[in-house]
């Protein structure tokens, strides 16, 4: 089955500087790969997400990119705010058109003021 | 609120006690979803239905079970087979062409 590994565990930026978070998945079938954010004992909310046939998308301050070449996929947020600071959770799936989704163990990412 | 309805939002088990988790959706969406969220673990999946009358185990399926004899319902029940199970349940839905999964607000038990 699909395998999703997520890093940094915790991450802490300055407020205004930018944010990294990268996944790596096993499966090469995966062509779903989306990105949600869970603030505390809230439920997870989707945030960004990529299909395979792209290689970049970007939302405002959020922009997800995916290389299926290396099976990596990263979440870049720019110009962090305090509001910023929560869970971010990734996930691969989508294959044969079956929408099950592996996760990854979770950032937490905080914002310094 | 979202469109699907966990129930209760805390619980608490007895030890041998079966006890039973409630999903509800009104968004008309076929797939349905279990998720167990530990600590430094993520979701990890429970059990999955694609369709009415059908479902298949996840990562993690031993110890508990499900149903789907609507498409609006996907009870989850943690029986006392499963040892460990203290931890926050995540149900979601999914529908093709809609972006991603909606999920419930979650459902916290804790083995008393």
């Known amino acids: 089955g699909e395998n999703v590994e997520q890093h940094p565990s915790t991450l802490s930026v300055q407020e205004g500087d930018s944010a990294v978070i990268k996944c790596t998945y096993s499966?090469?079938?995966?062509?779903?790969f989306p990105w949600y954010k869970q603030e505390l004992g809230k439920r997870p909310q989707l945030i960004i997400d990529?299909?395979?046939?792209?290689g970049e998308k970007k939302d405002q301050r959020i922009a997800v990119t995916l290389n299926k070449t290396a099976k990596h996929f990263s979440l870049h947020i720019t110009e962090t705010q305090p509001e910023d600071s929560a869970v971010y959770f990734c996930?691969?799936?989508?294959?044969?058109?079956?929408?099950?989704?592996?996760f990854g163990t979770g950032t937490r990412l905080t914002i310094i003021p | 609120d979202g469109g699907i309805t966990q129930s209760p939002k805390y619980l608490f088990r007895k030890e041998g006690q079966n006890v039973t988790l409630s999903c509800e959706q009104n968004?008309?969406?076929?797939?349905m979803y279990w998720y167990r969220q530990d600590p430094g673990q993520g979701l990890r999946l429970i059990y999955y239905?694609?369709?009415?009358?059908?479902?298949q185990k996840g990562d993690i399926a031993e110890g508990y079970s499900v149903s789907r004899e609507k498409k609006e319902s996907f009870p989850l029940t943690v029986t006392s087979a499963q040892k460990n199970p203290t931890a926050f349940y995540l149900c979601?839905?999914?529908?093709?062409?809609?972006?991603?999964?909606?999920f419930g607000s979650g459902t916290r038990l804790t083995v008393v």
């Open positions: 996930a691969a799936g989508g294959v044969g058109g079956n929408e099950k989704l592996t």
């Open positions: 499966d090469s079938a995966s062509n779903y």
């Open positions: 990529i299909r395979s046939n792209v």
């Open positions: 968004l008309n969406h076929d797939a």
């Open positions: 239905s694609q369709i009415v009358n059908d479902f």
């Open positions: 979601a839905s999914f529908q093709t062409g809609v972006r991603g999964y909606t």
